[in-house]
Each structure stands twice: as C-alpha cells, then as structure tokens.
C-alpha cells in the first residue's frame, strides 16, 4: 500500500497542477494587466514542458534509478511551485511554471512504474486502481479545487498547495519506496532521439492547444510534430536503446491497450467541456453548479477503479473494460436523448455518476492489462507511453471537440454567440449542437470498444490471496 500511495500523491499533484489553473486565467490577467493569449501561457508553459519530459523518464530512470529520479522530480516540483506562487511578474510564473511542468512530466510515468514494480504481474489491477486514480479525477477536481482557493482572494494558494504534499511525498520516497524497483543498465541516452522526439512531441502538442493564430498554422505546425515524431519512431525500430520503446506497440497487449486508451480518452476527457458551456452559457448558472454535476462522475470513478481492480484478477481485462466502455456508451447515449435547455441536473448528475463509473472500469484496467507482461526498462518506456498517449489524446480530444461544437452551434445560429447568457431562441439549436457532439464522440468510443472485443478470449487465472509474488496474472 505504501509502494502505491506516494507515486499517487505525486501522480495527483502533476494532474491537478495541469487543470487547477483553468478557472484563474480572468484573476491572473487582472493581476498582471496582460492578455488572455498572454495569461493562457501560464498553462501552455506547463503542458509542453510536461510533454517534453515524459519521454525521458524510461532513459533517466534505466540509468539512475526510478527512485532517485522520482525524488529529484519531486523536491525540483516544490521548488517549482514556491517559485509560482511567489511570481512578481507574468514572465516570472511562465517560467516557474515551466519547470513545474519538468518534474510533473516525470512524476507521472515514474509512479506508474514504481507501484508496478512494486508488485508481481497479477497484482497489478489493484496496484493501478490507486496509482492511476489520479489521471482520471485530476482532469475535474482540479477546476473544482481552483474554484474553491479563488475564494480566498488571492491566485497564489493555487500554486502553494502542492508543495506541502510534495515534501511529504519526497520523505515517503526515501521511507517507503525500494531502491532500483525499475533499473537497466547505465547506457548513454539516446540523444539523437530525443532531439527528434522532444520537439516534436512539444510541437503537436503547443499545436493542438494554440488559441490564436490561423487554422491552417495550427495544422502544419501539427503536421511538422507528427513528422519528426514519425522520423523517431523509425529509428526507435532499429535502434538498440532508444529513449523511448516505441517497438512496445507492436505487442499484441501492449499495442492493443494503448489504442482503447487513445480511442477512449480522447472523446472522453474533450466532452468534459461541454457541461460547463451548458451549465453557464446555456442556463446562466454558476460554476458552482458546473463543479456539483461533476462530483457524481468523480464518486462513479472512484468506486469503479476499486470494483475493476479486484474484478479483473478473476474476470480478465476483455470482460471488464468491455463492461465499462458499454456502461460509458450507453449513459452518454442517454444523456443524448434526454438532454434539453430544461434537463432536470439531478438526472444529468446520475447518468454522470454511471459515465463515471464506466470511465473507471476502462483506463485503469486498460493500462494495468497492457503492461502486465512487462518489467524494467520495458516497464518504464511503456508507462511512460501510455501517459503521453493519455495527455495528447486529452489535448486533442478537448480541441476537436469544443472546435465541433463551436462550429455547429456557430452554422446552426447563423453565427450567434457562446457567450453567456445565451439568447433564448438559440437555446434549442445549442442544444441540439451538444447533442450532435456528444454523438461524435460515442462513435469513436465504439471504436475502443470494437478494439477491446475483437481481442481473443483468454481463461484469467483465479487467484490465491495467498500467492507468492512469483505468482502471474491473468492473461486476455
């Protein structure tokens, strides 16, 4: 238990610090007397250099060990965030931000691998239920959470909240986690690689979500990210260390787990934001409200994780994931059907709490599966691609969805405005434009679940809880 608590706190910590910033942008810009497209660097800065980061987790970690490495991301990210809520200056919290951004790059792939390496392979359900939570409830508490320190009247708790648990966390490293759990030989990093990957994977990234600018730049500057990320993943082929194993995806498992991820995540995780659109711009309530519909589908994740984990030892992860994505589908696809400019939010709040529920039965179980059979470096390169397959699949999901939207409502209302409070005749046309959305993104989300039941049927092993940890898990 103490293996998987402390990668979860630092695992929360890098998730939160991604989204708790959202609501502050209006404060910060009053603040510093800047911009909207000045003040979104504040949140830009830390998303690339989270980005930039990930991939070098397997590589520092093969060479100095996971646990040094994890420490180092840690204390670095307290330094960080004293630093951010002391910012004098925009430029300043960019800056601290950015370097935020470094240690929560590393933290989260490094907690993955710590807590699975902690454990045999059959074991590492339950281990995921509690070091993976965070990716899911991070992405929704942290608006929520930011909400509530705004009320304190000041930006900076935003910031300074994390560096308690991040000392806390960095003592628990060095009293609870083993030394070397995730550890290869001390080989040179692959340079060259990382000069292909880095800036590439911060290109498609700051393409994905730029805010200003044309279109047609956006997409050439996610053209010319994809391209070198492409030029890496060739030579990662052939090459005999190279900082990331993109030679993992060709693993049956492995491959097929991280496309239900992608194709899940990114419909998933882009829809989030059209309850706030709904609830503020459609019927002029608060963002408290926004942050109580969102409660229900935090709770559904939190038991469902729990369920899955103990489930997916006995039921194998076919069967499990199966069940989430159909229970994710068909709430959404309730939710389709009854949503109105009226939609009774007790109602909404319940087909949340079962789409919540699904979401927890299909990412944990999907990232514990597709790694089980795997160990060391392995271990470390494929945690540290599922978590760049979850953020850019996060990026691309909520930029092609609020862009769908926008456009329908905007063709829809012969070029009526989002801003609040929508005009009553656009009320049923906005609605109708969420609805058509939201049935987009089901239809990718089919696409997982085809991924997932095209996989062959396999017997899971029941389990002992007895067993040694020698002790394999369940294959599917």
Do not use: K
């Not at 490094?110 to 991070?138: D, T």
């Not at 419909?267 to 409200?289: E, K, N």
Request: hydrophobic letters at 55%; aromatic letters at 6%.
């Amino acid at each position: 238990m103490r293996a998987a608590i402390v990668p979860a706190s630092g695992g929360l910590m890098a998730v939160l610090d991604a989204t708790i910033v959202a609501v502050a942008l209006p404060r910060l810009m009053a603040a510093f007397g800047t911009s909207l497209a000045a003040a979104q660097w504040v949140i830009t800065a830390y998303t690339l250099a989270m980005v930039a980061t990930m991939p070098l987790a397997a590589g520092l970690a093969a060479r100095w060990g996971a646990r040094r490495v994890y420490l180092g991301a840690l204390v670095g990210f307290a330094v960080a965030s004293v630093a951010a809520g002391a910012s004098g200056s925009l430029g300043w919290l960019i800056a601290a931000r950015a370097a935020q951004g470094l240690g929560g790059g590393l933290m989260t792939p490094l907690g993955m691998a710590i807590g699975f390496g902690a454990v045999a392979p059959a074991r590492r359900g339950r281990m995921m239920a509690i070091v993976g939570l965070p990716m899911l409830i991070g992405p929704i508490l942290g608006p929520v959470l930011g909400a509530l320190l705004l009320n304190t009247g000041s930006w900076r708790p935003l910031f300074l909240i994390t560096v308690p648990s991040a000392l806390l966390g960095a003592a628990g490293t060095l009293a609870w986690l083993p030394a070397d759990t995730v550890r290869g030989r001390r080989g040179r990093l692959d340079l060259c690689g990382a000069a292909l990957l880095i800036p590439g994977l911060v290109t498609v990234a700051y393409g994905i979500g730029a805010q200003d600018g044309p279109a047609w730049a956006r997409i050439a500057t996610v053209i010319v990210g994809a391209g070198l990320v492409a030029v890496f993943s060739v030579r990662a082929l052939t090459h005999p260390e190279p900082l990331l194993r993109i030679g993992l995806l060709r693993n049956p498992t492995f491959g097929r787990g991280a496309a239900v991820l992608a194709l899940y995540a990114a419909p998933y995780f882009g829809t989030v934001v059209l309850m706030p659109a709904y609830v503020q711009i459609l019927r002029s309530d608060s963002a408290s409200v926004t942050a109580a519909l969102m409660v229900p589908g935090t709770v559904g994740m939190g038991i469902s994780v729990q369920l899955a984990a103990r489930c997916l030892e006995r039921l194998g992860p076919r069967l499990v994931v199966g069940t989430g994505l159909g229970l994710a589908i068909g709430s959404g696809l309730v939710q389709v059907i009854v949503l109105r400019p009226d939609t009774p939010y007790p109602l909404l709040g319940l087909l949340g709490f079962f789409q919540g529920a699904g979401t927890g039965a299909v990412m944990m179980p999907t990232m514990s599966s597709s790694s089980r059979d795997l160990d060391g470096p392995d271990l470390a390169s494929a945690s540290a691609l599922l978590s760049l397959v979850s953020t850019i699949a996060n990026g691309l999901g909520t930029a092609a969805v609020s862009a769908l939207f926008t456009g329908l409502t905007t063709t829809m209302t012969d070029g009526g405005s989002l801003s609040a409070p929508a005009e009553a005749s656009y009320a049923a046309t906005i609605v109708d434009s969420q609805r058509l959305t939201q049935v987009a993104a089901l239809v990718v989300m089919s696409l997982a679940l085809t991924v997932r039941l095209r996989s062959p049927r396999r017997t899971p092993v029941i389990l002992d809880r007895q067993e040694t940890p020698a002790t394999q898990g369940p294959t599917s």
